[in-house]
């Protein structure tokens, strides 16, 4: 299951606090992905990057932020700002050529209480 | 933007039947459209993916036809196995040689196979 790898699998936060997820990729793809994932429903897109230094908005990006100052990384900020925090958060990765596949990493389930 | 609905939300089948999920999209730029597999807690994993210049693409016991006049694409598994209970989603994004936008996911169908 190597790739692509998201930490921690678990995260309990405290309402109010800013919590950063964590995904790493060794697949050398340039674009990442963030999307959430909430019981019975499909994932949704909350940011992506197709370079480094650049991102752009999902579907559902209030009250997240995201950084890629490296290739490899793209952190995703959960803000105190996002009203429903409690979820599955998964990171995906693909090329910018050829196949476009997304590959997911493990995935985060952040319970904020 | 896109938006992308899934049929049925739960399907129950016996074992060695054929199990076939439906999806429709709505914005006819939406040239790529995958398939992934979730088992309980994990990642999603690719299962099979068609392209708006084809119609139809099999993979052993799995298939995907796509009807770009209808924007309705469709997964069909064949001799189902216990293996295959899951909960499968479909997607659809526009991409091109310059882009790789995020994807657009239905609400899934979880897949019950009955031994």
């Known amino acids: 299951d190597g790739g692509i790898t998201q930490s921690p699998k678990y995260l309990f936060r405290k309402e109010g606090q800013n919590v950063t997820l964590s995904c790493e990729q060794n697949l050398n793809h340039d674009a990442m992905y963030w999307y959430r994932q909430d019981p019975g429903q499909g994932l949704r897109l909350i940011y992506y990057s197709q370079i480094v230094n650049d991102f752009q908005k999902g579907d559902i990006a209030e009250g997240y932020s995201v950084s890629r100052e490296k290739k490899e990384s793209f952190p995703l900020t959960v803000t105190s700002a996002q009203k429903n925090p409690t979820a599955f958060y998964l990171c995906?990765?693909?090329?910018?050529?050829?196949?476009?596949?997304?590959?997911f990493g493990p995935g985060t389930r952040l319970t904020v209480t | 933007g896109e938006n992308v609905e899934q049929h049925p939300s739960t399907l129950s089948v016996q074992e060695g039947d054929s199990a076939v999920i439906k999806c429709t999209y709505s914005?006819?730029?939406?040239?790529?459209f995958p398939w992934y597999k979730q088992e309980l807690g994990k990642r999603p994993q690719l299962i099979i993916d068609?392209?708006?210049?084809?119609g139809e693409k099999k993979d052993q016991r799995i298939a995907v036809t796509l009807n770009k006049t209808a924007k309705h694409f469709s997964l069909h598994i064949t001799e189902t196995q216990p293996e295959d209970s899951a909960v499968y989603f479909c997607?659809?994004?526009?991409?091109?040689?310059?882009?790789?936008?995020?994807?657009?996911f239905g609400k899934g169908t979880h897949l019950i196979i009955q031994p």
């Open positions: 995906a990765s693909s090329a910018m050529t050829g196949l476009h596949e997304q590959y």
């Open positions: 997607a659809a994004r526009m991409y091109s040689g310059g882009g790789a936008d995020g994807l657009t």
């Open positions: 068609i392209r708006s210049n084809v």
């Open positions: 914005d006819s730029a939406s040239n790529y």
